[in-house]
């Protein structure tokens, strides 16, 4: 059965890319699901992260690529590793949170550090250079991967990491600089 014919007009291409698209995506699925299961252990995982990763790019804008399948299965192994990596902040956030309360010290006390911390963080931030803040607040805040962000900015997906780099390290520079006011 050959495709219906698409009609001229402005979005024939737009139309034609998708379809194109569905194609690629479809002969590849099974390829990127071996690939993110090996990388995550679950199969019903692996399953769903390409889901995801098949509505991210059917929502977004069709962007041209060299080759289509060879991007999208590294798209798919770059969601396995941020799936593992969202997975691993969440179990320590859990294990955080399943501590004594006053494991830390007293509950007040810990909640004022944890502010002042916090104020410090911000304030590294803000000094940052805009990209170097924007590419860290849309990897950290919104969820994007480095890959996406790369896309979005229109830099490298290496420049992206250099960014990350930087950021992470002024916030981690600016927890271990004494606080002026730092309640002891």
């Not at 014919?5 to 998708?18: C, F, N, Q």
């Not at 479809?26 to 399953?47: D, F, I, P, Y």
């Not at 250079?129 to 860290?136: M, Q």
Request: charged fraction near 25%; hydrophobic fraction near 40%; charge should be positive.
């Amino acid at each position: 059965m050959n495709p219906p014919e698409l009609k001229d007009g402005p979005d024939r291409e737009a139309r034609h890319g998708r379809a194109y698209f569905l194609q690629v995506f479809l002969s590849q699925r099974l390829q990127m699901e071996a690939l993110v299961s090996r990388r995550v252990g679950c199969r019903a995982t692996a399953a769903d992260l390409v889901q995801d990763l098949f509505l991210r790019f059917w929502r977004r804008p069709l962007v041209q690529v060299e080759e289509l399948s060879t991007y999208l299965l590294r798209s798919a192994g770059n969601i396995a590793i941020d799936h593992l990596r969202n997975e691993g902040v969440r179990g320590r956030l859990d294990q955080h949170w399943q501590c004594e309360p006053d494991a830390h010290g007293s509950e007040p006390q810990a909640a004022l550090e944890a502010g002042n911390d916090l104020r410090q963080v911000e304030a590294a931030l803000r000094g940052l250079p805009e990209r170097t803040r924007h590419i860290f607040l849309l990897n950290r805040i919104h969820g994007r991967t480095y890959a996406d962000i790369a896309n979005v900015m229109g830099v490298s997906q290496s420049a992206v990491e250099k960014h990350m780099m930087r950021a992470l390290e002024a916030c981690k520079a600016s927890l271990r600089e004494p606080s002026a006011g730092k309640v002891l």
